[in-house]
């Protein structure tokens, strides 16, 4: 069912990739419903003056844009997702990862497996069907000579002690937890309210684009699975 069939996912390099700003197969940002997309975001109430802000704003139009599905293919163009309205999470990062690049923000992505149970309180019927690691694109961004990972930028900056645990299942996803509070997948954000560090079961390092990301190592869902049950999966919308 996964593209790694029960072989171990390693780095492939120890080195830190240099990101870009460049358009790909998959951040395809030049676009008529990305320049669309990214001329409301520069239009938006809350004014993106700086390279963050700019971000932040691009992840809540995005929010409001295009809403949560459960698609599964991670390679899936951000032009498509714009267009469709609706989106994963691993989709709808993309989508954010796109308009940075069309706002020269340099962007790249880090390669993290997760376990499996992660997903399980959002398929509680499905357990079985659920892999038992998952390939996920985590975005970092160059601001001010500084990569920035994902939870660094798009939190208010305001951690709580007692902020609500992430439960991954209800209306919240991941995309939209990044606006209430840091994440921590192991050390990366300098805080941590949201630590998911626990059901990390490998980090890969980085790499300059999510497409040389899943070119390395494939998508989780092997390409006839997904052509079968993505129909269906892409308009299940997350809840």
Known sequence: MTSWRGRPLTP???ADSSGSVTATPILDWHGSDAERLYDRVLLAPEAPATPTSFLRTAHTCIRREVRGVYALDDQQPVSTTIRRGRGSCSQRLAV???LARRHSIHTRVRG????GEFWYPRFR???GLVPDRVLLAWPEFLVDGRWLDASDVFDSGDCAIDAEPFANCGEETLFDALARAPINWGGRS???C???SGFVAANLGTFDSRDDLFGTYGQTIVRPIRAIIEPFFSRWNAR
């Open 125 to 127: 019927y499905l357990h």
């Open 194 to 196: 949201l630590d998911l």
């Open 96 to 98: 954010v990862e796109g």
């Open 190 to 192: 300098s805080r941590s």
């Open 12 to 14: 492939t390099t120890s």
């Open 112 to 115: 993290l497996v997760l376990h």
